[in-house]
């Protein structure tokens, strides 16, 4: 079942399902909270005091959870006032900055009450670049499981690149304005299908250090919802040096699972028309299920709601009372997942800043430093790398993590800069066109790196850079079998995938062997790269005459689709869970 519910034996197919069981809006914010580890992150960073949540998006409305005093600014790029009309930025602010506590007006006078949807950083101050008008009409995107839709609402983007590149301006702008003087973490959640040259070549200038010439830029962007189509992620998401964010939800028995709407796979870089294979997270960004009372938010992520919003049914049906007031509502998507990490690497560059200039360093807090820390203490979820990427942020991990390279960066030594510097070098190599060197060698030699991530991304890498038959081809299947770290093994499952040379075919096929007794996960994984193949290699022999197109359009023996089939209903009995 796509949303993780059993189904009780002899059900007719033609009943309708049940609504699947929801969280209370407190208790899921909490559960959030303690899947990435938030509460332990503010006693570690001091709940962000002194930083900055920037968003980019649709304006921010006032609202008690973000009193006046954390005020950073609210900027219009848009031409169509500091309103926000489609809510979406003040909910996205809030997810960033809302306070732990809040002042109610009362017959009485004022009093100060607790928030019960307070922000990823609490104390950072809050800035808004409005480049989207005040008022567009909300739309609506259906996608049917069985008997169950999914609703993902979305508005018409009115946006360009001139407006992904201002706002950046204006962020760094406004951060000297607010008396910081490093780069600070950008939010965007919004995306387009297509991304171009002219922006990745400005962005590429914009995230060098600021004693390089660049801003020390810190985007981070949503993935966008338009899974579970292949490939589906847009920009400024898809760029290399952007930190894109996926989405999950909390099911009903408190598990973490993927987002149905999450787009997955891997966007073009504009320049080398390559895959982007960086940097990628997942955060809270719940589900949304239509329902008779069109609550489709209701396991969504509860946040700050708009006083100024326009006149919505379905968006009104989401409101969440706090003391009798429409103080909140619930949105779904992973426009909700971006900003959590965005305040969290906003709080991580702060952390940085304070550490190196104890020191008396320079060395800045950049995208790859910001990914590095995020992925390689993420959680790992189960999923292929082109759903979950990395896993699931765990924010005061990566606070720690934060700290040591920090340490080791002013050092010129450690184990963790070493690692750091081999995962660098397996992004580059996985992400540099073949003509200017050879990529190959370079990630085969990173796969014997002491630092999984980096072991990691050399495998990514070879999606780009075909491996080729023979020794280099064996290389991999070796270090398949002898790798430790699950993610690392499904990313050479994936990259096995993506070989099309029949020669290299022929090799993966002779050596991926499903297990003779019983059903195990790693099996999964061989059938992914096995259905994945556009083509199987021709029978050679007498037995040719029955090979059959199966449902996937590969090519099998008859009896090792029937093998198949039968292994994965066996699975799905044994294994739901997974």
């Known amino acids: ?195 171009s040259k002219r922006e990745a070549v400005a962005l590429g200038k914009l995230v060098k250090p600021k004693k390089e010439g660049g801003l020390g830029s810190l985007p981070v962007a949503s993935k966008g919802n338009s899974g579970p189509a292949k490939n589906s992620i847009g920009y400024p998401a898809g760029y290399s040096n952007v930190i894109a964010v996926g989405a999950v939800y909390v099911d009903k028995k408190d598990r973490i699972r993927f987002s149905h709407f999450g787009s997955i796979g891997h966007a073009k870089d504009p320049i080398t028309s390559l895959l982007n294979l960086g940097p990628g997270i997942l955060a809270p960004g719940g589900d949304a299920w239509d329902d008779p009372a069109k609550k489709i938010f209701k396991d969504g992520v509860t946040s700050m709601n708009s006083a100024q919003g326009d006149p919505d049914a379905t968006i009104q049906a989401n409101e969440v009372l706090v003391e009798g007031r429409p103080l909140a509502l619930n949105l779904s998507g992973t426009s909700m997942s971006g900003p959590y990490v965005a305040a969290i690497v906003e709080i991580l560059a702060l952390g940085w800043s304070k550490i190196v200039k104890q020191a008396g360093s320079d060395e800045e807090f950049t995208v790859d430093r910001a990914a590095y820390v995020l992925e390689k203490t993420a959680r790992d979820l189960g999923y292929m790398h082109d759903l979950e990427s990395a896993g699931l942020v765990q924010s005061a991990q990566a606070w720690r993590l934060m700290e040591q390279l920090a340490k080791e960066t002013v050092d010129g030594k450690g184990q963790v800069l070493d690692g750091f510097k081999d995962y660098a070098q397996a992004v580059h190599a996985g992400m540099t066109p073949g003509t200017e060197g050879a990529p190959q060698q370079k990630l085969l030699e990173l796969l014997k790196s002491s630092d999984w991530l980096a072991r990691l991304y050399a495998t990514l890498g070879f999606i780009n850079h075909p491996v080729r038959a023979g020794p280099e081809l064996e290389t991999l299947l070796q270090t ?48 992914y790269v096995l259905t994945r193949k556009q083509q199987v290699r021709q029978i050679r022999d007498d037995q040719s005459s029955s090979v059959i197109p199966a449902k996937a359009g590969i090519q099998v023996r008859p009896q090792e689709e029937a093998e198949l089939d039968a292994r994965v209903r066996e699975h799905d009995g044994k294994n739901g869970e997974n």
């Open 480 to 527: 398949l079998a002898k790798e430790s770290e699950p993610r690392v093994r499904r990313a050479i499952y994936e990259a096995l995938a993506y070989q099309t040379n029949s020669a290299v075919r022929d090799q993966i096929l002779d050596s991926l062997k499903l297990s003779d007794s019983g059903v195990e996960p790693e099996d999964l994984f061989k059938a």
């Open 1 to 195: 079942r796509y949303d993780g519910k059993e189904e009780s034996e002899g059900k007719e197919e033609s009943e309708q399902l049940p609504e699947p069981l929801v969280l209370g809006d407190e208790r899921r914010a909490g559960l959030f909270r303690k899947e990435i580890e938030l509460e332990e992150f503010w006693r570690l960073s001091n709940y962000g005091e002194g930083g900055m949540a920037s968003a980019v998006d649709t304006g921010r409305s006032p609202h008690p959870a973000i009193p006046e005093e954390r005020n950073a600014g609210r900027k219009d790029l848009s031409g169509t006032g500091l309103d926000d009309g489609m809510r979406h930025g003040t909910h996205v602010s809030g997810i960033m900055a809302a306070g732990l506590k809040f002042m109610l007006d009362g017959a009485s006078g004022a009093s100060e009450k607790i928030w019960p949807f307070m922000g990823a950083g609490p104390l950072l101050k809050a800035l808004m670049i409005k480049i989207f008008p005040s008022h567009e009409r909300r739309k609506e995107r259906v996608r049917k499981f069985g008997k169950r839709k999914l609703i993902v609402p979305f508005f018409e983007s009115n946006s360009t690149e001139d407006d992904f590149i201002a706002a950046l301006f204006e962020v760094d702008k406004s951060a000297k304005e607010n008396g910081i003087d490093r780069g600070v973490a950008s939010n965007h959640s919004y995306g387009a299908p297509f991304g």
